[in-house]
């Protein structure tokens, strides 16, 4: 478990100070996947730095299971970071060494026997479908492939907490998946708490439980993923949920639209069940209106399904007052979009 509370960091450098967390506080269970998403410069990667005690916060405390960071010995703090796996955007692998040698480096590091090491390099190697890469180079492998060594080292040392600092954002969409998958298999079957720091809400919608969004040194919202991309409350939280579940039309459309055939317009927005029923048949065997549906969505977000559907209902004032009363009843948000 790591739980942060109100930690402030401030940087000074040649007179001038900048302070980077502004009192955050952040919860993260054993067993979750914790992201944390913002834009550049927001704070994150000083806040992970915090967590493996790589920086100490101004003010404010770190905990690991319980216990204050601050209040180790020199000693104590190393064992309690042997802990903490760390998996970094550009992989900081050593370009000299060997795969096999880079992944065996906490373990020499802690001073474990010839054969030890050799056991767990093996295993870990054949974990992340490496086996055959033990003697190559990192300079002889693909950015998935240098993660993936990347990620076996982090685990060297039966972690039980991994950092992934922009762990996929220097992959293609396509190993960022297979990463990605690794990661959630890696959290299932070892219990391995994550704490991932991302810009890409895709990240967060594969593979988090919870999720922090993060802005100019503050926590501005935070939850349960599904909670936060099906209501997000934060301006900044909706673009980030709208890079993925897109919800809008071309304003021309809705121009022409409003030109031809005048109607109101309405976004509609599903969570869970409601996503699968027959709502639209329902509503125009129920009123006499006209639905023409614009633009329709389905995502799924911690298995379960998110829908979004704009349309346009045409008909008499009171038809199409009664149609939203039934949409109300049946959807979980719905909001007019004003004619252009
Ligand atoms: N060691 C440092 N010295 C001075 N300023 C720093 C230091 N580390 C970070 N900062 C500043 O703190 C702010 C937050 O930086 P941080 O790297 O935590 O943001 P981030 O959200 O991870 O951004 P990015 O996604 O670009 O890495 C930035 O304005 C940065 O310039």
Redesign the pocket.
Known sequence: MIEIRDAR?T???GGLS?E??KGVSLRVEKGDIFGII????????????LVNAL?KPTSGQVLIDGQPLDGYSERELRAVKKKIGMVFQHFNLLESKTVFDNVAIPLVLDGRSKKEIRERVTELLAYVGLSDKAKSYPKELSGGQKQRVGIARALANHPSILLC??ATSALDPQTTQSILALLKRINEEFDITILI?T?EMAVIQQICNKVAV?QN?EIIEQGYVLNVFGKPEHPTTENFVRTVIRNTIPGSVLQDLNRDRPGRVFKLEFVGDSASQPIISRLVRSFDVEINILFANMTEVQQTTLGNMILQIVGADREIEGAIAFLKEQVDRIEEVEAI
């Not at 913002?38 to 730095?49: D, F, P, Q, V």
């Open positions: 960091k940087f000074t450098r900048h980077a967390l913002g834009t550049s410069g927001a704070g994150k990667s000083t806040l992970i730095r920086e600092d922009e720091v810009h993060m040194g």
